[in-house]
């Protein structure tokens, strides 16, 4: 009786003790990541651990990569996902600096995050986005942005910057970090006070421009219609013109001596002695 009571307490210490270890040995990779497993004794695997519940030796370490899209706000307002203002500024080829509101949509490449786990001496993901990526980006963004004008990032058509900028951090994040960048975006642009002035006074003189630009063109379509006009009436003058010699010059060419006679014959017949002059002209001789 009493070796079964030992037998029974030492079975259930083996199985509680086999919960523990199984609770302690289990890790879970959540979706939409992958694990790097690191040995202390065998360091790095090459493989990486999926989704879902896995059994680890307590020798072992696990780091998480995220292989979804994630999406990283660098905002001026703390509604639009940043915890304060986290707006940074840029430089542009007129040599001025603008502050801006950006996003990033990105993942780690599941065939890197071994050899970026390597690098960055045993970092997971989320601390190599927030100690390494976002300490580069604003040197990285400007790169971009300082081919283009302030009026261009402030007014502009961002698409083109920002398709340049998402295909420029891309290549640049998948060789550093092995990040691949979807989409990457200036959001919004805050300038201060002076810098808002002269925005203002920029856009006003370039209202004026067009303006005056858009009265050139009116007064050169103007100017075409009345000289288009006054061709037009030169053209039917001429043409009229060339009508009436032509028609004279056949009256003229009709006239013969027969014609002459007939017609002075016809004229005496009528009015008496008269002579002729062509074949309309007649002049009573009294």
């Not at 259930?12 to 040995?25: D, E, K, N, R």
């Not at 910057?161 to 975006?185: M, P, Q, R």
Request: proline share 1%; with cysteine.
């Amino acid at each position: 009786m009493k070796k079964g009571l030992i037998g029974g307490i030492s079975l259930a210490f083996i199985i509680l003790f086999t919960l523990i270890s199984l609770i302690i040995c289990t890790e879970r990779i959540p979706v939409g990541y992958v694990g790097v497993v690191y040995s202390m004794s065998g360091g790095v695997k090459d493989e990486t651990l999926s989704q879902g519940w896995h059994i680890i030796s307590p020798t072992k370490k696990i780091k998480l990569f995220t292989i979804s899209n994630e999406q990283l706000l660098l905002t001026k307002d703390k509604r639009e996902g940043s915890d304060s203002d986290e707006s940074f500024r840029v430089s542009t080829s007129d040599d001025a600096s603008l502050a801006i509101s950006f996003q990033m949509s990105y993942r780690f490449n599941p065939a890197k995050v071994v050899n970026t786990y390597k690098r960055f001496k045993g970092m997971d993901g989320e601390d190599i986005v927030n100690q390494r990526v976002r300490t580069v980006l604003k040197s990285k963004i400007s790169e971009i942005t300082t081919n283009y004008s302030l009026m261009d990032i402030y007014s502009g058509n961002r698409a083109e910057i920002n398709d340049k900028i998402t295909e420029y951090l891309d290549k640049e994040f998948d060789e550093e970090f092995g990040i691949e960048v979807i989409d990457a975006s200036i959001i919004d642009a805050h300038p201060d006070k002076q810098l808002k002035k002269a925005i203002n006074n920029r856009i006003e003189a370039l209202q004026k421009k067009q303006q005056a630009q858009a009265e050139q063109e009116t007064a050169k379509v103007e100017a075409g219609t009345k000289l288009i006009q006054a061709q037009n009436e030169a053209d039917i003058k001429i043409t009229k013109a060339k009508a009436e010699a032509e028609a004279n010059t056949i009256i003229s060419a009709s006239i013969t001596n027969e014609l002459i006679k007939m017609t002075e014959a016809e004229a005496r017949k009528k009015h008496g002695w008269v002579t002729t002059q062509g074949v309309s002209a007649v002049v009573t001789d009294k």
